[in-house]
């Protein structure tokens, strides 16, 4: 199987598209992971900067992030908001949409709802949806993340396995059985250590987490293992430790505990060796 990394511009937003993307390819990362609002000018130079190194690098992808602002509003005006968001980033031709769907306060016939008007815009325009588990929507929580995937077993998920140890509380020592049920639909991996009070370490590469960073490296070596049996090719993976105020920091100065770029190439780095 071809493992592919993708660079976050998350924490990067100080460096130009252009200067962005140079910095990724020049770290070994086949990709980006964007969060884009067109249209508007920075929408307009990240394209520029992607078509100019796919004239060099075909394979060259990126990934965008579809995310409805928070809101007072009705499910019906969520889906609006995200229907027109959808159609908005689906014009760029994203190797697919990572989608941070519904609400975790949605009833589940509510957050049904979401995920057909997902689905029947992914089908509709050809393009994939991937549903991130992430604290605040729908798939926040292991359990209660099951009932949708059994009424769409289609569902193809972006796994963020951090926020199910958040909102556990526990780095999911009794879960292992659902999580053997949730593993066959992560199609992307957004690869952070979380840890039981909170959705990232403060250093990866600090001993005292190794065998958080050991758990992890499990799981995910699970999923791309559950992707090569069923012949699946390509497997993407974004490295994903975030900027503050993911990043823990020292009190006062505020000065971040490790950095945020460092860490990414480090995971990229670790998991190139690890899942060879």
Same mark, same amino acid.
């Not at 604290?135 to 359990?143: C, N, W």
């Given at each position: 199987?071809?493992?592919?990394?993708?660079?976050?511009?998350?924490?990067?937003?100080?460096?130009?598209?252009?200067?962005?993307?140079?910095?990724?390819?020049?770290?070994?990362?086949?990709?980006?992971?964007?969060?884009?609002?067109?249209?508007?000018? *920075?929408?307009?130079?990240?394209?520029?900067?992607?078509?100019?190194?796919?004239?060099?690098?075909?394979?060259?992808?990126?990934?965008?992030?579809?995310?409805?602002?928070?809101?007072?509003?009705?499910?019906?005006?969520?889906?609006?908001? /995200?229907?027109?968001?959808?159609?908005?980033?689906?014009?760029?031709?994203?190797?697919?949409?990572?989608?941070?769907?519904?609400?975790?306060?949605?009833?589940?016939?509510?957050?049904?709802?979401?995920?057909?008007?997902? *689905?029947?815009?992914?089908?509709?325009?050809?393009?994939?949806?991937?549903?991130?588990?992430?604290?605040?929507?729908?798939?926040?929580?292991?359990?209660?993340?099951?009932?949708?995937?059994?009424?769409?077993?289609?569902?193809?998920?972006?796994?963020?396995?951090?926020?199910?140890?958040?909102?556990?509380?526990? /780095?999911?020592?009794?879960?292992?059985?659902?999580?053997?049920?949730?593993?066959?639909?992560?199609?992307?991996?957004?690869?952070?250590?979380?840890?039981?009070?909170?959705?990232?370490?403060?250093?990866?590469?600090?001993?005292?987490?190794?065998?958080? *960073?050991?758990?992890?490296?499990?799981?995910?070596?699970?999923?791309?293992?559950?992707?090569?049996?069923?012949?699946?090719?390509?497997?993407?993976?974004?490295?994903?430790?975030?900027?503050?105020?993911?990043?823990?920091? /020292?009190?006062?100065?505020?000065?971040? /505990?490790?950095?945020?770029?460092?860490?990414?190439?480090?995971?990229?780095?670790?998991?190139?060796?690890?899942?060879?």
């Amino acid at each position: 199987m071809n493992i592919l990394y993708s660079s976050t511009y998350w924490g990067s937003e100080s460096l130009s598209p252009e200067n962005f993307i140079s910095k990724t390819i020049c770290d070994g990362f086949n990709g980006v992971e964007l969060f884009l609002q067109p249209p508007d000018e *920075m929408t307009n130079l990240f394209m520029s900067a992607i078509d100019a190194v796919k004239m060099i690098n075909n394979d060259f992808y990126f990934i965008a992030l579809q995310l409805v602002f928070p809101a007072k509003e009705s499910v019906t005006d969520y889906i609006q908001k /995200m229907e027109r968001n959808l159609a908005s980033i689906s014009s760029l031709n994203p190797l697919f949409i990572n989608s941070h769907t519904g609400k975790d306060y949605y009833s589940f016939d509510d957050n049904c709802r979401v995920i057909e008007a997902a *689905m029947n815009f992914s089908a509709k325009n050809n393009i994939r949806i991937l549903h991130e588990t992430h604290r605040s929507r729908l798939a926040f929580h292991t359990a209660t993340l099951l009932p949708y995937l059994e009424k769409f077993p289609e569902m193809e998920l972006t796994g963020d396995l951090s926020h199910f140890c958040v909102v556990s509380e526990s /780095m999911l020592e009794d879960q292992e059985e659902i999580l053997e049920k949730i593993f066959p639909h992560i199609s992307h991996l957004h690869a952070r250590v979380g840890y039981e009070q909170g959705s990232q370490v403060n250093d990866p590469k600090a001993p005292e987490w190794n065998s958080h *960073m050991n758990k992890f490296i499990k799981w995910w070596h699970q999923i791309i293992n559950l992707k090569q049996k069923a012949g699946q090719k390509v497997f993407t993976i974004t490295p994903e430790f975030g900027p503050v105020p993911y990043m823990p920091v /020292m009190p006062y100065t505020k000065k971040p /505990m490790s950095v945020q770029w460092d860490n990414n190439l480090f995971i990229k780095k670790l998991l190139q060796s690890k899942l060879a």
